[in-house]
């Protein structure tokens, strides 16, 4: 059997590459649920969901103490409100891992990478573990390395859509060129697309819309794991590329080994 | 966009099965896209002195109803009353007076409800963003602005006197808000005043033209059917239930992420229909008048419209969980709300 390095944030090792959302879930016990059978170490949520006064349907409570809370940062527009939500998050006793979303556009929830990097600085600075939702541009995941990410996290697609990989060639790129962790995160809406991007490397993948919308929340949670699982065990098989066509397995160097019948 | 003439096809379309895939195209992206949650609101009426006459409201101007302002200490109670029931989204509301509720009463109100609920709305007269912008620095993260009806005939009709006679300072009135920094804004229009296919054309229009210069805004939208109310001869348009669940699915797909609120003038057996085809907001045991939670006794209350839905807020957070809905409490934290840049830049 392959053995895989241990997937680290901040020091911290996790076992389990999936990583789940707690959003849109029709209740707690499904929430709780997936997050048993998926196995996942790491979850997130937005604290505009948490009901810090209340400890009955307080969502916190659903979330068993092994595993890590991400506070992320929904409904922030710019920087400074995502400093301001992370700072309420951890007087909250949510602790310091904070997941950035910065949006400034309600129709696509596309991120906002100028601001998301300024926010990455300031809360890094302040001992944050920062991992920041991005659209996956080079240049921008760059400044997020330099701002003291602990991972980056591109969009596969845009949030909720299920269209899974469409910015997939871009992602390789922050794959092949950024030394942090490259989480996919956002679209991913199976399973199947969930292996896809970790089979191109992907050091994890998170998801949310499509189990919490499944009809059996817990199976869609468990099959995520699983294929991303599968995903990185092929990654680490190293994959063999795909071709478009049959292919001769020496067309192009063969006449260096045959022998010469003329003379 | 959606034509007309198309909007007009769907709404008088008798067929059933068009209306039932209708049904099915909104259920499946409202799920898609805000999973299956309802966030719970009240709405808290802080005034109904009124200096506007429009001929279909309760509370207008020439309409001899007793008066009444909440002071800072029935606001108190007639906040602690709505925060105890577990709201954590309230909606404050008054009739629209420059004079009796100015910016500084309002402000006032903001303060106090800012001790008991996260999330705090208004919906009151419209105002210019420098006012907008300081409820927004006082700390509130929402203004409901119904145009009301976008037909300027009509418009003028029935709003006879008054500041919100001037159709196109209201038309402008999410502009203004827009830029004064505050995040959510609720649009909506009274179905029942003017030609309904029109007037959902227009705002339909209004909405993605705000959508596209104002992007960072979170919207949402109601659609609350004119009422005849006791006393007044005003008798609206028809809007029958099909034609209101059409447009509740039509302004779904839409517009995909939009929040769609359903208030307690809709009756229980309509709200419990329509979940699940693109509400996303509804508000629970409702009390529509001043001090109608705790002040005064209901035969005193003079109610801006009729309450159909009486469920209380347990009943209603049964009723979601029973039909497979999270029931939403909190989704809003409040955090300082500051001015940037790219705010007045806008």
Request: proline fraction near 4%; hydrophobic fraction near 40%; charge should be neutral.
């Amino acid at each position: 059997m392959l053995q895989d390095s241990p997937f680290t944030i901040a020091g911290r090792e996790f076992k389990n590459r999936f990583l789940l959302g707690t959003g849109k879930f029709k209740n707690k016990t499904d929430l709780s649920d997936s997050i048993a059978a998926s196995g996942t170490e790491l979850v997130t949520v937005a604290l505009r969901r948490i009901d810090l006064e209340r400890h009955q349907e307080n969502i916190l409570e659903y979330i068993p103490k092994h595993v890590t809370l991400l506070t992320n940062t929904s409904g922030a527009r710019n920087a400074q409100e995502a400093v301001r939500i992370a700072h309420l998050a951890r007087e909250a006793g949510c602790g310091n891992w904070i997941k950035i979303e910065v949006i400034n556009d309600s129709k696509y929830l596309l991120p906002d990478n100028n601001e998301t990097i300024k926010a990455t600085e300031i809360l890094a600075k302040e001992n944050f573990v920062v991992l920041p939702y991005m659209y996956p541009d080079l240049y921008a995941a760059r400044e997020l390395v330099k701002a003291g990410a602990a991972t980056v996290m591109p969009l596969g697609s845009l949030i909720g859509s299920n269209q899974g990989l469409k910015t997939k060639e871009f992602i390789k790129i922050l794959i092949d060129e950024i030394d942090l962790p490259i989480v996919v995160d956002a679209g991913i809406g199976s399973p199947s697309q969930a292996a896809e991007a970790m089979e191109m490397g992907a050091a994890a993948l998170l998801a949310n819309t499509a189990v919490a919308t499944a009809g059996n929340p817990a199976g869609l949670a468990k099959a995520f794991s699983l294929a991303v699982a599968a995903g990185r065990l092929a990654y680490l098989s190293k994959l063999p590329q795909q071709k478009v066509s049959a292919e001769a397995s020496s067309a192009l160097t063969g006449f260096l080994f045959e022998h010469d019948h003329s003379q | 966009m959606i034509t007309l003439s198309e909007i007009k096809n769907i709404l008088t379309n008798e067929n059933s099965r068009e209306t039932e895939q209708l049904a099915k195209d909104a259920q499946r992206l409202s799920e898609q896209y805000f999973g299956r949650t309802i966030s719970l609101y009240a709405p808290l009426y802080l005034s109904n002195y009124c200096s506007s006459h429009c001929t279909y409201c309760g509370f207008h101007s020439h309409n001899r109803i007793k008066r009444i302002k909440l002071t800072d200490e029935q606001m108190q109670t007639e906040m602690a009353f709505v925060a105890k029931r577990g709201i954590q989204n309230i909606l404050l509301l008054t009739g629209e007076s420059y004079k009796a509720t100015p910016l500084s009463y309002l402000k006032s109100a903001v303060e106090i409800a800012k001790n008991y609920f996260p999330s705090i709305s208004l919906e009151v007269h419209p105002m210019d963003t420098d006012e907008y912008r300081e409820l927004f620095l006082s700390g509130v993260d929402g203004i409901t602005i119904y145009q009301e009806t976008y037909n300027r005939e009509r418009y003028a009709q029935v709003h006879i006197s008054g500041k919100k006679s001037d159709y196109d300072y209201r038309r402008e009135t999410p502009k203004r808000i827009a830029r004064s920094g505050i995040r959510q804004i609720s649009l909506g229009i009274l179905l029942g005043l003017s030609d309904v296919a029109e007037d959902i054309y227009e705002f339909y229009n209004h909405l993605r033209w705000m959508e596209k210069y104002f992007p960072g805004i979170e919207y949402s939208v109601s659609f609350p059917r004119l009422r005849t109310i006791k006393g007044m001869g005003f008798v609206p348009c028809d809007v029958t239930d099909v034609t209101f669940i059409k447009i509740i699915c039509l302004t779904r797909i839409l517009f995909p992420r939009v929040g769609i609120n359903l208030s307690t003038r809709e009756g229980s057996r309509l709200r419990d229909g329509v979940l699940g085809l693109g509400i996303t907001r509804m508000s629970a045991a409702s009390k529509t008048s001043v001090g109608g939670y705790t002040l005064l006794a209901p035969e005193d209350q003079e109610p801006q419209f009729d309450i159909q839905d009486e469920r209380s807020v347990e009943e209603i957070v049964q009723l979601l969980k029973t039909k497979n809905f999270d029931p939403v409490f909190t989704d809003w934290r409040r955090i300082e709300n500051k001015v940037t840049d790219a705010i007045i830049k806008k």
